[in-house]
């Protein structure tokens, strides 16, 4: 098990084309941990911004009487890919996983499988 700051680390070590990664709890949209990001990349801003993402698919999902979990979210920019994967484990309800993805450098497929995997060592 690793705590958020080496997972956070190893996402931006391991995941090619990475620009920030954030912890986010989507209750009050506060990003527990960053790494990455810059003054040109605000991850707290982006940490805020996702939550808003994250809350109204739970609520379409809801109203549709969808009864499944999401697994990510994908947003694809001109330049960047944007992903948000929500953790299943219990002790990381209401968190999810958002890492930016320059789209030229990065492997959309492997991303998502670094960052599933990450996320089955996070300890919370």
């Not at 995941?15 to 989507?26: E, F, P, R």
């Not at 320059?102 to 990450?118: E, T």
Request: net charge negative; aromatic share 4%.
């Amino acid at each position: 098990m690793a705590n958020t700051e080496a997972s956070l680390k190893e996402a931006m070590g391991s995941i090619d084309g990475a620009i920030g990664v954030a912890l986010v709890d989507y209750t009050s949209g506060m990003a527990l941990g960053t790494v990455g990001g810059g003054k040109n990349f605000d991850l707290e801003v982006a940490a805020a911004g996702n939550t808003d993402v994250v809350r109204a698919k739970l609520r379409t999902m809801e109203h549709l009487g969808l009864q499944d979990e999401i697994e990510d979210i994908l947003i694809t920019l001109g330049t960047q890919y944007h992903l948000i994967r929500l953790l299943r484990a219990k002790s990381g309800n209401g968190l999810f996983l958002y890492i930016a993805l320059d789209a030229g450098k990065s492997n959309l497929a492997m991303a998502r499988h670094q960052l599933r995997r990450i996320e089955a060592h996070l300890e919370v």
